[in-house]
């Protein structure tokens, strides 16, 4: 089955304490991306990758990373959580061509106290 | 960059009514435009899409519209069933690598059986 998928999905952590939610994919996407869900704000891009280790800002990237070193894999990082990285965090891949559509994962709810 | 708003923030209908969302943008190179449903506890899914360069689109009971000149688009789902009950976001994006979808601040649908 082609899918998305994310681990955790429900993480409760404390500030500072590092931590890396992993994103996989199977469909052999070449681009992938990272967004977060808040209440009233849609979904906004953290980072995205074209393609293996090119990797490039979205919208919000402050204190995140991420990598991609292999094609089926996008980890997000986050190296020092503070309490207003508290969202919903969505990978999702895509093909090149002329289909922009977007398979999300399941999404992983992050907690930090 | 781009700003996309949607209204209404909550819809209720009678089963077999039809639903109209609406959404405008206001990045005049955007030329994708993507309704996406999420169900509780799953991640977006696209459900229709429409290019810059049409007009209308419809896939079954649910159609999109798109309006250039006056940047706005709509979602219309007509004979509404229980199961169309859930949260839609439409989207914006320009047609380059980074595919960046900005999504509106979603619309809750609720079809009353």
């Known amino acids: 089955e082609a899918q998305v998928t994310q681990n955790p999905r429900y993480l409760i952590t404390v500030t500072g304490k590092k931590l890396t939610v992993t994103c996989s994919q199977n469909?052999?996407?070449?681009?992938m991306s990272w967004y977060r869900q808040d209440p009233g704000l849609g979904l906004r891009q953290i980072y995205y990758?074209?393609?293996?280790?090119?990797?490039d800002k979205g919208d919000v990237p402050e204190g995140y990373k991420v990598s991609r070193k292999e094609k089926r894999n996008f980890p997000l990082i986050l190296e020092s959580p503070s309490p207003n990285q508290t969202s919903l965090y969505f990978c999702a891949s895509s093909s090149p061509g002329g289909s922009y559509e977007q398979y999300f994962g399941p999404g992983t709810r992050l907690t930090v106290t | 960059g781009e700003n996309v708003e949607q209204h209404p923030s909550t819809l209720s209908v009678q089963e077999g009514d039809s639903a109209v969302i609406k959404c405008t943008y206001s990045?005049?190179?955007?030329?994708?435009f993507p309704w996406y449903k999420q169900e509780l506890g799953k991640g977006p899914q696209l459900i229709i899409d429409?290019?810059?360069?049409?007009g209308e689109k419809k896939d079954q009971r649910i159609a999109v519209t798109l309006n250039k000149t006056a940047k706005h688009f709509s979602l219309h789902i007509t004979e509404t069933q229980p199961e169309d009950s859930a949260v839609y976001f439409c989207a914006a994006s320009r047609d380059t690598g980074r595919r960046a979808l900005t999504f509106g601040s979603g619309t809750r649908l609720q079809v009353q059986p």
């Open positions: 990045d005049s190179a955007s030329n994708y």
């Open positions: 990758s074209m393609n293996v280790e090119v990797t």
């Open positions: 469909m052999n996407h070449e681009y």
């Open positions: 429409i290019r810059s360069n049409v």
